[in-house]
């Protein structure tokens, strides 16, 4: 039989297993928010790319008005530490069909204020986005890349993004207004980036290169 002391002992370590927060992986680098609403963000990266890894989709956008502001510091990355950083962790995905002028028209959209913040500023994965910040608004926006070939506004694109977003939140209603959902998914967007930084083991970003300025 188990002595007094010793079950104590037992209890209290199930008791810390229970209330450690659980990690889901690592980071190398800082996952921060800061910035969101007008440049290119580590989190905002790390979290478009789990939403197009998680909805099968080559290209993903996520408004700044689904973040928090905070950050990350390199080391264990926690399911608390990323829900602190969504607006709404348990928030859902859709993907939807988009042609290549809608994605543009969404950027031009996004970037209609740079540098001044906006919360419908847009994170992207899969796009490479050259901007003027100085330029005619509704122009702004230089070229567009989808992987290492240019945006074609022909085309059809399926694009990941947060469900409120595909429903034509944050302004983008005139856009995305007569797009086809192509499919939705049934974990919330904490959970799908937890689950993609554990699926990594360990994640690296460094902010740069999606959302570029230039002349």
Same mark, same amino acid.
């Given at each position: 039989?188990?002595?007094?002391?010793? =079950?104590?002992?037992?209890?209290? /370590?199930? &008791? +810390?297993? +229970?209330? /450690?927060? /659980?990690?889901?992986?690592?980071?190398?680098?800082?996952?921060?928010?800061?910035?969101?609403?007008?440049?290119?963000?580590?989190?905002? $990266?790390? #979290?478009?790319?789990?939403? &197009?890894? &998680?909805?099968?989709?080559?290209?993903? =956008?996520?408004?700044?008005?689904?973040? @928090?502001?905070?950050? !990350?510091?390199?080391?264990?990355?926690?399911?608390?530490?990323?829900?602190?950083? =969504?607006?709404?962790?348990?928030?859902?995905?859709?993907?939807?069909?988009?042609?290549?002028?809608? !994605? @543009?028209?969404?950027?031009?959209?996004?970037?209609?204020?740079?540098?001044?913040? @906006?919360?419908?500023?847009?994170?992207?994965?899969?796009? #490479?986005?050259?901007?003027?910040?100085?330029?005619?608004?509704?122009?702004?926006?230089?070229?567009?890349?989808?992987?290492?070939?240019?945006?074609?506004?022909?085309?059809?694109?399926?694009?990941?993004?947060?469900?409120?977003?595909?429903?034509?939140?944050?302004?983008?209603?005139? !856009?995305?207004?007569?797009? &086809?959902?192509?499919?939705?998914?049934?974990?919330?967007?904490?959970?799908?980036?937890? $689950?993609?930084? #554990?699926?990594?083991?360990?994640?690296?970003?460094?902010?740069?290169? @999606? !959302?570029?300025?230039?002349?």
């Amino acid at each position: 039989m188990n002595s007094p002391t010793g =079950l104590k002992v037992l209890l209290v /370590a199930w &008791a +810390l297993v +229970l209330v /450690a927060p /659980a990690v889901a992986g690592t980071t190398k680098t800082a996952l921060t928010t800061e910035g969101a609403e007008s440049e290119e963000t580590t989190f905002g $990266d790390l #979290t478009t790319d789990a939403l &197009a890894d &998680a909805a099968g989709t080559n290209v993903a =956008l996520a408004p700044a008005v689904s973040f @928090r502001s905070g950050t !990350i510091a390199p080391g264990d990355v926690t399911v608390a530490d990323v829900s602190g950083l =969504l607006f709404s962790p348990e928030e859902k995905w859709a993907v939807l069909q988009l042609t290549g002028a809608q !994605i @543009r028209a969404a950027l031009e959209r996004s970037v209609s204020f740079a540098p001044t913040p @906006r919360t419908f500023f847009l994170q992207v994965s899969g796009l #490479t986005v050259v901007y003027d910040p100085g330029g005619t608004r509704g122009r702004k926006v230089k070229s567009v890349s989808v992987g290492f070939q240019e945006l074609n506004d022909a085309a059809k694109y399926e694009v990941a993004m947060p469900e409120s977003l595909a429903d034509g939140g944050a302004g983008y209603f005139t !856009i995305f207004g007569d797009a &086809a959902k192509v499919r939705s998914g049934n974990k919330g967007l904490a959970a799908v980036v937890t $689950d993609y930084v #554990t699926a990594q083991g360990s994640v690296s970003y460094t902010g740069q290169g @999606r !959302i570029v300025v230039g002349g």
